[in-house]
Nanobody
Framework: QVQLVESGGGLVQAGGSLRLSCAASRNIVTFSAMGWYRQAPGKQRELVAA???????SYANSVKGRFSISRAGAKNAVDLLMNNLKPEDTAVYYC???????????WGQGTQVTVSS
């Protein structure tokens, strides 16, 4: 069983920054990929950013140039640095991980990000 624990959410004004962190219960090298998703009220959950075990990254068009995903191997964590936040970034952000050998998917409990205008 894998546990993912998100932290770093909160309330910020438009134009501000937040750093989310997702701590895994085991070494992140055992995951083929990790990512951040978000879900706003009344909307479907969407992929925000992802990083593979090889270090390749991908981003939603809406966050390109503003968000950056990175691995913090020493902490068994994946961080999401969010700059120039906009009110439309308001959502619950979820961490996701897929295991390398068994291809199982795990989710964190989510952390709220609220951007005020």
């Amino acid at each position: 069983q894998v546990q993912l624990v998100e932290s770093g959410g909160g309330l910020v004004q438009a134009g501000g920054s937040l750093r989310l962190s997702c701590a895994a219960s085991r070494n992140i090298v055992t995951f083929s990929a990790m990512g951040w998703y978000r879900q706003a009220p009344g909307k479907q959950r969407e992929l925000v950013a992802a990083i593979t075990s090889g270090g390749s990254t991908s981003y939603a068009n809406s966050v390109k140039g503003r968000f950056s995903i990175s691995r913090a191997g020493a902490k068994n964590a994946v961080d999401l640095l969010m700059n120039n936040l906009k009110p439309e970034d308001t959502a619950v952000y979820y961490c996701n991980a897929r295991t390398r050998l068994t291809d199982l998917e795990y989710w964190g409990q989510g952390t709220q990000v609220t951007v005020s205008s």
